[in-house]
């Protein structure tokens, strides 16, 4: 078995959608990225690639490359996963922590935990996700951008 630890932040602008864990949040601000600047899921995405040793997701979607501008994240997610398995692992659990003053996910959640297990291909009960506020402090707390981090662990699929 392996762990890994994501890590990421995205601005919050004017004239983008907000899509978290897959889900598109309604409002007038969005995260700005290349692709749909999913935090969450680039964050669980980050975890699953270190912990197997794969680099990050840069490496593998890289901003430069046209074919990822605006990609939804979920499809970055499952190619992940596919790489995963190339490489002899599969995915036993993650678990998240959203960071933002806004919006409220409490009623978003449980469709990302859904959204988020379909993507990595497990029971939705493997997926846990939290979330949490900066208590005003910093550019979280400003309201200015949102953070995510991730831990997952893998374990190798051919029982070794």
């Not at 762990?3 to 983008?16: A, N, S």
């Not at 889900?23 to 600047?37: F, K, N, Q, T």
């Amino acid at each position: 078995m392996r762990v890994g630890i994501g890590y990421d932040v995205h601005r919050l602008v004017q004239g983008r959608r907000l899509v978290l864990g897959g889900v598109e949040i309604p409002g007038e601000l969005g995260l700005e990225g290349h692709s749909d600047a999913d935090v969450l899921l680039h964050a669980i995405g980050d975890a699953l690639l270190g912990a197997a040793g794969l680099g990050d997701l840069g490496r593998h979607f890289p901003p430069g490359d046209d074919r990822w501008r605006d990609a939804p994240s979920t499809l970055l997610l499952r190619e992940i996963v596919r790489l995963l398995g190339e490489a002899g692992w599969q995915v036993v659990n993650v678990d998240a922590t959203l960071i933002a003053e806004w919006p409220r996910l409490g009623p978003f959640r449980e469709e990302m935990r859904a959204r988020v297990a379909a993507a990595l291909g497990i029971e939705v009960e493997r997926v846990s996700l939290k979330a949490t506020t900066n208590e005003g402090l910093g550019f979280v707390g400003r309201g200015e951008g949102i953070a995510a981090l991730a831990v997952a662990l893998i374990t190798d699929r051919r029982g070794g």
